[in-house]
């Protein structure tokens, strides 16, 4: 069982707007400014989307956006592409160790 | 940047296998290094990072006593010695570049199959 809880899955259509949230504790995704997110196509490299919570590394599209309310963070997607169907983990670090989401399967319909 | 992840392959558990990373593409010894796995249908497992220097090492609990990372700068790569390998360590093993221990991911390689099985 993975330290931080996302769900199994989410959809929504191309154009459509979805968020995937990320549920932790005080001592992780709460507790410090440490929050990522990475979109993994399988076979791929996972690649970083979001780190310290809101930030988006150069050549990110700004269609991926992150926050945070107490100890959930959240990715949004906007303008939702056929590319953007893609697994998509969140990381915090946590107590001397890093943690990381069971992952969240996005179906784009 | 480029990371490129190789040594896995079939082993019966009990015994060992060396994964390695090659990076290129940046500078290596800027940066701290991990390794990160996936088992089968689940999520992302942090295994083991390195600081610039290998001065500073971590391990997840579960490989702890079992797993040591090294680096060579000299070469540009990563290493993941895995000793007394088990069923559950059976997984997919990325290596990943930060700029610290505690940071996130900025970069990841494809990764490399480990299988352990009798």
């Known amino acids: 069982q993975s330290a931080l809880t996302q769900p199994a899955s989410v959809s929504g259509s191309p154009g459509q707007s979805i968020t995937i949230p990320c549920s932790g504790t005080s001592s992780a995704v709460g507790g410090y400014n440490y929050v990522s997110w990475y979109q993994h196509h399988p076979g791929e490299a996972p690649k970083l989307l979001i780190y310290d919570v809101t930030y988006r590394p150069s050549g990110v599209s700004d269609r991926f956006s992150g926050s945070r309310s107490g100890n959930t963070a959240s990715l949004t997607i906007s303008g939702l592409r056929a590319e953007d169907e893609a697994d998509y983990f969140c990381g915090s670090y946590s107590r001397d160790t890093i943690v990381f989401g069971g992952g969240t399967k996005l179906t784009v319909l | 940047v480029q990371l490129v992840e190789s040594g896995g392959g079939l082993v019966q558990p009990g015994r060992s296998l060396r994964l390695s990373c090659a990076a290129s593409g940046f500078t290596f010894d800027d940066y701290a290094m991990h390794w990160v796995r996936q088992a089968p249908g689940k999520g992302l497992e942090w295994v083991s990072g390195?600081?610039?220097?290998?001065?500073?090492?971590d391990y997840a609990a579960s490989v702890k006593g079992r797993f040591t990372i090294s680096r060579d700068n000299s070469k540009n790569s990563l290493y993941l010695q895995m000793n007394s390998l088990r069923p559950e360590d059976t997984a997919f093993y990325f290596c990943a570049k930060s700029s610290g221990l505690r940071s996130h991911f900025d970069n990841w390689g494809q990764g490399t199959l480990v299988s352990v099985s009798s």
């Open positions: 390195i600081n610039w220097s290998s001065g500073s090492v």
